[in-house]
């Protein structure tokens, strides 16, 4: 939760005769410290709470100078700012004169996404959408309400560094291919291990970009085919058809909703140019098998990492295990923008070079074309904030793989089936946690009546969608006893472990 703490409330704290006469006010404060909650106070405050410190310490100590008491003042905040974040008063703000210092306090309170915590009885009846009293604060029963995924309290947690490159980016007066970008693609082809990455502008341009310069460089040609998983978001198939090849779709392992590797070497004809793994839900797909066929009959391989930042295969990270991986930051990806954006990352000079062009309408220099290309860029503001991101993407990640483990071991109803992890815990970063059961609907029911949400990836396979209807009449059994059966639960790096443990605890229950 994020609380901003109205000045009644930290003067209760910073004084025994007071928290002695207000003692919810430090319960409140103890409990927001147990909680990780995100505490602020609002910037509208400081010199406010400044000057009643001073007028206390004078108070209190009659012998001591306008200095001295200041100086206890100042060090009485410098000491709260190391538990409490400032919150912003925006410049926007619907100033009341009646109380200007209160719309102030609700202004910073709704810039931040917080309640502000308060004993203002007049506040909280002209603001009650956005104030709580510490008592109703403690009695606040968080872990029975849990989102399906929590996008703004993702963001929310980074809100800070986020606010600080918007403004830096905004007041750059450089909004398309400059510095943030350039620096986004350095990081994170060094966080996949690759020697290049280029930003695009979300992850189904990556794949299109990558087939297309491999036409573009005489490695591939409209006709010819690709392999891919028969169970992958459509977006990977689009990707093939949108270059005018053809998709092969090949079943998945049921064990594991990763192309099924055994299955490969059968859909191979002589016009089969690559194989695209989908390391779908976030697992990396069992290489070692790809990587031999793709030598024995001289393919490409293509990752679709669109689901899969930083999980690993043996030592290297997903987008670092073929010729060239696309990458999705959509915002609800483990890795995600504010807005739309992806990445190709790639070892290959010649391909980046050739993608660059590509994107930026086939042109390396400027007004000069050599491609008919595309406009497909990753913008300042996106790869700003993706930098930002990026930095906490490893914690972000240990945080799903606890609750994906507390889900694995603690969900024991025989009627959910647990996903697989087969190559070790680093293979598989949790973009969705995904279980099986065969009444999904009435499962999903149950749990949206207790408060959980839930998504379905994905309802329809691509080849029963109407957009293929070419491939509507391929036997695809496993990939449409997946689609029919599988159910997402909640998991995010904001999720707590009272909600993870709430979860379970229903799921146990149906
Ligand atoms: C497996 C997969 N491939 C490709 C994409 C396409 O990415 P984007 O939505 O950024 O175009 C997505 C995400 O939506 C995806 O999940």
């Known amino acids: 939760m994020r609380v901003l703490f109205d000045v009644n409330i930290l003067l209760d704290l910073l004084s025994d005769e007071r928290a002695e006469q207000f003692p919810f006010s430090v319960e409140a404060f103890t409990l927001a410290q147990l909680n990780n909650d995100t505490m602020f106070i609002s910037s509208s405050s400081l010199d406010n709470l400044e000057f009643i410190l001073f007028s206390q310490v004078k108070k209190n100590n009659p012998t001591f100078t306008n200095k001295d008491c200041f100086s206890v003042a100042r060090l009485?905040?410098?000491?709260?700012?190391?538990?409490?974040?400032?919150?912003?008063?925006?410049?926007?703000?619907?100033?009341?004169?009646?109380d200007i210092e209160d719309s102030q306090i609700i202004g910073s309170a709704i810039t931040s996404r917080a309640l502000v915590l308060t004993r203002d009885e007049g506040m909280m009846k002209k603001y009650p959408k956005h104030t709580m009293s510490p008592r109703e604060f403690i009695n606040l029963d968080r872990s029975k309400d849990v989102k399906f995924l929590d996008l703004l309290n993702i963001n929310l947690k980074d809100s800070l560094e986020i606010d600080k490159v918007i403004d830096e980016v905004i007041n750059s007066g450089w909004y398309i291919q400059?510095?943030?970008?350039?620096?986004?693609?350095?990081?994170?082809?060094?966080?996949?291990?690759?020697?290049?990455?280029?930003?695009?502008?979300?992850?189904?341009?990556?794949?299109?970009?990558?087939?297309?310069?491999?036409?573009?460089?005489?490695?591939?040609?409209?006709?010819?085919?690709?392999?891919?998983?028969?169970?992958?978001?459509?977006?990977?198939?689009?990707?093939i058809s949108a270059n005018n090849m053809t998709p092969v779709l090949v079943e998945p392992d049921i064990k594991n909703y990763l192309i099924d590797v055994n299955k490969v070497e059968a859909a191979i004809t002589s016009k089969t140019k690559a194989i695209m793994v989908v390391h779908l839900y976030g697992q990396i797909t069992p290489m070692e098998q790809i990587w031999q066929l793709a030598k024995k009959y001289n393919l490409k391989i293509i990752e679709d990492s669109a689901q899969s930042h930083g999980a690993y295969y043996q030592d290297k990270r997903s987008g670092n295990l073929s010729d060239a991986s696309g990458f999705s930051f959509y915002p609800g990806k483990n890795l995600g923008a504010i807005?739309?954006?992806?990445?190709?990352?790639?070892?290959?000079?010649?391909?980046?070079?050739?993608?660059?062009?590509?994107?930026n309408y086939g042109s390396e220099v400027k007004y000069k074309n050599m491609y008919k290309g595309i406009n497909s860029r990753l913008d300042e503001l996106q790869a700003a904030i993706l930098d930002v991101k990026l930095g906490k993407l490893d914690g972000d990640t240990e945080k799903r793989r606890v609750i994906a483990?507390?889900?694995?071991?603690?969900?024991?109803?025989?009627?959910?089936?647990?996903?697989?992890?087969?190559?070790?815990?680093?293979s598989h970063v949790?973009?969705?946690?995904?279980?099986?059961?065969?009444?999904?609907?009435?499962?999903?029911?149950?749990?949206?009546?207790?408060?959980?949400g839930t998504v379905i990836h994905y309802p329809t396979p691509p080849h029963?969608?109407?957009?293929?209807?070419?491939?509507?009449?391929?036997?695809?059994?496993?990939?449409?006893?997946?689609?029919?059966?599988?159910?997402?639960?909640?998991?995010?790096?904001?999720?707590?472990?009272?909600q993870t443990q709430y979860v379970i605890d229903i799921v146990n229950k149906y």
């Open 178 to 239: 400059g510095s943030c970008c350039k620096q986004f693609e350095k990081n994170f082809a060094n966080y996949c291990g690759t020697k290049h990455c280029i930003g695009v502008a979300n992850g189904l341009d990556a794949l299109i970009l990558i087939l297309r310069a491999y036409q573009e460089l005489g490695i591939m040609s409209a006709g010819d085919e690709v392999i891919v998983p028969a169970n992958t978001y459509i977006a990977s198939i689009l990707a």
């Open 430 to 452: 949790w973009h969705v946690f995904v279980v099986r059961t065969a009444n999904r609907e009435a499962f999903q029911k149950y749990l949206a009546d207790n408060s959980i």
């Open 464 to 498: 029963k969608q109407e957009a293929y209807k070419e491939l509507s009449h391929l036997n695809l059994p496993v990939s449409e006893q997946i689609h029919r059966e599988v159910i997402s639960l909640p998991i995010s790096p904001v999720q707590t472990i009272e």
């Open 339 to 359: 807005g739309d954006g992806g990445a190709v990352t790639t070892n290959d000079a010649q391909l980046d070079y050739t993608i660059r062009a590509l994107a």
């Open 76 to 98: 009485a905040i410098k000491d709260l700012l190391t538990k409490f974040e400032v919150a912003k008063t925006p410049g926007y703000l619907d100033l009341d004169y009646d």
């Open 405 to 426: 483990k507390m889900y694995r071991e603690q969900i024991t109803n025989p009627k959910i089936i647990l996903p697989k992890v087969e190559l070790g815990e680093n």
